[in-house]
């Protein structure tokens, strides 16, 4: 009897080290990540010259949409292609296969659109066809390593394995920061060069979480109807997905759009120290959708989507009283060149930690298959954001970071409403947590 009134002490104090061990983790890697990122990203902001930095920020959002652009969600349906395979004793890799070569086609057609985009939007600014061309190489390069790497460490950590792709990211970001500080200490201040550190970056990692261990699919497999399983899940969220794909870079175009050169610098400037804010998003799409994705009891699933959500909320505020009660000693990391920003780092930081909460809502959604009303959220979303540009002074940088925290709490709201039907009539699962 001594021993069964033990026993719920027992369980609980092992999952108490359990999440120990995992946030221990991942708070030692993704710091290290996340630190690296922002040092290198740093160093740019206070070497760079601010007409260099401004190419820089453009072709880094090019990136950014393009990254986006050749995935639309199937990276992410990886984690509903995993839980699926869980319950019904299916093989998952050739799901990975599927998704990865869905991606690459992507790329292939993408690239074609980028290389008329982006030289058209520098040219507007006065920049050189042999500057542009050469941004225009690093990009490409940056987003075609990006895709294996999302793909392998994200199946690294699906199969539970996350001390290997930690340490491939680690890698990876590493060697980005001692390629950006030879670009400084060599006086080569270029932008494309800085894009190309990044793409060197990412390709490390990519090959390292290659080597890791990642499932593969059986010699001759034929992935033709793994592709159209992956489709028919992405369809209903493609419209949507196109549109979220411009989220991340709009701010950047609309300052590059209605505002100087130096709105897009002031605007990059401050997204870097918006990246603090990244090593926590990477919390939810790194342990939290993922340990979402092996819980098969649906009452233990309500309480971890609650548990997880609250530990970002918090994570949100604690960051945003940072920003407001410590603007000058945030900004003074960034140079000389953007002393003063205090209200438009509110602005940023408050933003972010809305991306933050809205990104752990749609990563959730998708994974739980909650995608039925994601084509009406983009249209909803697309009505309220025009009136923004309608009302909102854009040829400012604090009228474009004010656009872009307001952008954020609407996605937020129709994101949580998404949610709630999933929640009112859940689809019904058995089993117990693995």
Not at 187 to 209: D, K, P, R
Not at 354 to 380: F, I
Request: include cysteine; hydrophobic fraction near 55%.
């Amino acid at each position: 009897m001594a021993g069964d009134a033990l026993t719920p002490a027992r369980t609980s104090e092992g999952r108490l080290r359990q999440w120990v061990g995992i946030l221990s983790a991942f708070f030692t890697a993704q710091g290290l990540i996340q630190l690296a990122g922002i040092a290198a990203g740093l160093l740019l902001v206070r070497t760079l010259p601010v007409r260099e930095f401004a190419l820089y920020t453009l072709a880094l959002s090019v990136t950014t949409f393009f990254t986006f652009l050749s995935d639309l969600g199937s990276t992410g349906s990886l984690v509903h292609f995993f839980h699926r395979a869980q319950q019904q004793g299916e093989d998952f890799a050739p799901y990975l296969a599927a998704v990865l070569s869905l991606r690459r086609l992507a790329f292939l057609l993408g690239a074609l659109a980028v290389a008329v985009a982006f030289p058209h939007a520098a040219l507007a600014k006065g920049y050189g066809g042999l500057e542009i061309a050469l941004a225009l190489a690093a990009v490409l390069v940056a987003v075609w390593f990006q895709i294996g790497a999302a793909v392998q460490v994200l199946s690294l950590r699906l199969a539970d394995r996350y001390l290997v792709s930690y340490r491939a990211e680690v890698c990876g970001a590493v060697l980005r920061l001692l390629l950006t500080t030879t670009m400084a200490a060599t006086a080569l201040l270029f932008a494309w060069i800085g894009v190309l550190a990044t793409a060197m970056g990412t390709a490390t990692t990519a090959l390292l979480a290659a080597r890791g261990g990642a499932p593969r699919p059986p010699a001759g497999s034929d992935l033709q109807p793994y592709r159209k399983r992956v489709l028919r899940y992405l369809v209903p969220t493609l419209p949507s997905a196109l549109y979220f794909a411009i989220q991340g870079p709009l701010v950047i175009w609309l300052a590059a759009t209605f505002g100087a050169t130096r709105n897009i610098a002031e605007v990059g400037a401050l997204s870097r120290l918006g990246l603090v804010v990244g090593m926590f998003s990477a919390l939810s799409s790194v342990v939290f959708v993922p340990r979402l994705a092996r819980v098969t009891d649906e009452r233990l699933w309500r309480v971890r989507y609650v548990q997880f959500g609250g530990a970002l909320a918090a994570i949100a505020l604690a960051l945003f009283a940072t920003a407001a009660l410590l603007p000058g000693a945030l900004l003074w990391v960034l140079g000389e060149s953007y002393t003063g920003l205090h209200r438009e780092l509110v602005l940023v930081v408050a933003g972010s930690g809305l991306t933050l909460l809205d990104g752990y809502v749609v990563s959730v959604n998708l994974a739980r298959g909650w995608n039925r009303w994601q084509g009406l959220a983009m249209a909803v979303l697309v009505v309220i954001q025009a009136a923004f540009v309608a009302f909102i002074s854009l040829d400012t940088t604090g009228g474009v970071l004010t656009f872009n925290l307001l952008s954020s709490a609407a996605a937020l709201a129709i994101q949580v409403a998404i949610a709630v039907p999933g929640f009112v009539r859940p689809p019904g699962l058995a089993g117990n947590n693995a």
